[in-house]
């Protein structure tokens, strides 16, 4: 299983040993209404962003709000935007960072403003709730255990990695740019979906829901889920068009649906 | 589906707060796609230089009707096509693999975003309010990517008999530089279209147990290795293609001269 690791540097950008003052332009304010102040800190080679706010809360601003919790991005809990993309505060090292510059924080821009870098990201929760649960088959054995391969364990595996940190939730522009919170999902609750629908012990058939309620045909295959998903799950490739192929089976195929009675399927 | 209360900010086209050059990458996509459509186009209605000594253009093969000794049907145009309009053996085909590639799923990514700025770049203004998606006409057709493939493959066989044919000299068997370009062009296009999205579910992916059968695992797992590099064998091969059609008709020009290897 990989593990997020904070981002490498381009060489460039290293921060020289010793400390440098960095300028952080971090957006203040409450239910979607504020602005960005600056703030000058000194920071020092190794450190990631979420240090940074931590260290501007205990020296220049105390009432500056921002979620974290395990700092080793597995939580999800401190999602931002950073110079504009979406990223784990705890996960992203300033030497990525052209810091020549101001560096720019931001809260996730898909989701209600709490304050300061805080969003409500509860729509999420109840999004999952809609989606069918996991409906195992008979048991395979008297003792009511299942038996399954593990290959087929491992295709769903890498769906089990998401930390629910939303950051793809907030980069996917159906939800950011276009507010389709009412027709679409979003990238994270197709994986939620894929790790069910293509769980080998699962009977629960979710193709009818996933193009007509959860909106998959608005997908039009960014990517942009993919690139910034800090547990490098493929997204787009692996959970989504699998996702639309089904989908196509179901609904737009017609001879491969023919083909299929034709085999007792 | 739960509502929720998002204030609408929508931002100016081209609007985000992203510091590298984000525009690089659509432009980039722009470019190379449009080079290709605008070169394709025109050679495609050329009409001639598509074949040199046992070398056929990618884009005339198969070869239905023309002037060449590989002509399935011979060198007249047949009767039911339009004398109004130029006539040119690869319209008669393009529209197979041009079609395979449209609906493509790698490349409509790329072009939503080079050519309609759907979004332009990840997190970055879009120019239009409204948006449909492939949920709805017109886009919903992509959904018939599959069938696209299924010519795709039956092109590739054909491509593949090239080669062989290209082999063909008059004085025998022999290999040219041209003989190799038609080679690269088919395995390229093979690693094309043999990591695509839509075979990869044909070939496994449709089934929860894919273990079931280890044939199948084992092609599944060779469509997903290539499925993995689906982007670069997309522009690889599309590169190929073009410079086939352009070595060959370069050389039925007496540009460039071929070179016999054995």
Redesign the interface.
């Known amino acids: 299983m990989a593990t997020a690791t904070p981002t490498q540097a381009a060489p460039a950008q290293r921060i020289a040993a010793g400390q440098k003052t960095v300028t952080f332009e971090i957006w203040r304010g409450e239910k ?1 209404k504020g602005e960005f102040r600056a703030y000058d800190a000194e920071v020092s080679e190794g450190m990631v962003v979420l240090d940074v706010i931590h260290k501007i809360q205990a020296e220049q601003a105390p009432d500056l709000a921002a979620r974290w919790n395990c700092k080793a991005g597995k939580c999800g809990s401190c999602s931002a ?1 950073i ?4 990223k784990l505060m705890c996960m992203t090292r300033l030497n990525s960072l ?1 810091i020549d ?1 101001p560096v ?1 924080v ?1 809260p996730m ?5 709490i304050r300061d870098l805080v969003t409500d990201v509860s ?1 999420n929760f ?2 999952k709730k ?1 989606i069918k649960k996991f409906q195992p088959r008979a048991p395979d054995a008297p003792d009511g255990t299942w038996r ?2 593990q ?2 364990a491992d ?1 769903v595996q890498e769906f089990r990695k998401c930390i629910e940190c939303f950051l793809c939730q907030d ?1 996917c ?2 939800l ?10 979003g990238p994270r609750f197709f994986v939620y979906s894929a790790a069910l ?4 012990l ?1 009977t629960a058939d979710r193709l009818a829901d996933l193009r007509l ?3 998959i ?8 889920c993919t ?2 998903c800090p547990e490098e799950i493929h997204i ?2 692996n959970a989504i ?2 996702l ?3 989908v ?2 179901e609904f ?2 017609p ?2 649906k023919l083909f299929r009675r034709f085999r007792g399927e | ?11 100016r086209f081209g609007e ?5 050059a984000w525009w690089l990458q659509p432009l980039a996509v722009f470019l190379g796609l449009s080079i290709f459509i605008v070169y394709s186009t025109w050679a495609a209605l050329q009409g001639n230089n598509y074949h040199f000594g046992p070398y056929l253009s990618p884009f005339y093969s198969p070869l239905l009707y023309g002037d060449a000794p590989f002509a399935w049907f011979g060198p007249d145009k047949p009767s039911w096509f339009p004398t109004f309009l130029p006539f040119s053996a690869a319209m008669l085909i393009l529209w197979a693999p041009g079609g395979f590639r449209f609906t493509c ?2 490349y ?2 790329a072009y ?2 080079a050519f309609w700025s ?2 332009p770049n ?2 970055v ?2 120019p239009r309010k409204s ?6 006409f017109p ?2 057709l992509q ?5 696209f493939l299924y010519l795709a493959l039956v092109f590739l066989v054909l491509l593949a008999h090239d080669v062989w044919e290209a082999t063909k000299f008059p004085d025998g068997f022999g290999v040219g530089v041209g003989t190799l370009v038609l080679l690269a062009n088919v395995i390229l296009l093979g690693c094309y279209t043999f990591g695509c ?2 075979l ?3 070939i496994g ?2 089934s ?5 059968s280890s044939a199948r ?1 084992a092609c599944y797992n060779c469509v997903s290795g290539l ?2 590099r ?1 982007m670069r064998f997309a522009w690889m091969s599309l590169f190929s293609v073009g410079f086939s059609d352009l070595y060959v008709r370069l050389c039925a020009m007496g540009i460039w001269r071929d070179v016999r290897l054995f």
């Open positions: 979607g935007e110079n504009g993309m979406p052209p510059k720019r931001e821009k898909t989701f209600p403003s729509w109840e999004v809609k399954m391969r290959a087929d295709r980069v522009h159906v950011r740019d276009h507010h389709l919170h009412d027709r679409f999902i629908e293509m769980q080998p699962d309620r959860d909106g045909g608005y997908c039009n295959i960014t990517k942009c690139k910034v787009t490739d068009i699998p639309k192929e089904r196509v089976d737009f195929d001879l491969g | 589906m739960p509502q929720i209360d998002v204030p609408l900010v929508r931002g985000t707060s992203r510091s590298d799923y790698y409509r990514g939503y975003k759907d979004p990840c997190t203004g879009e948006y449909l998606g492939e949920r709805f886009l919903i959904n018939v990517h599959r069938y999205h839509s990869r579910h044909l992916g449709f929860d147990r894919i273990s079931a695992q499925n993995g689906h």
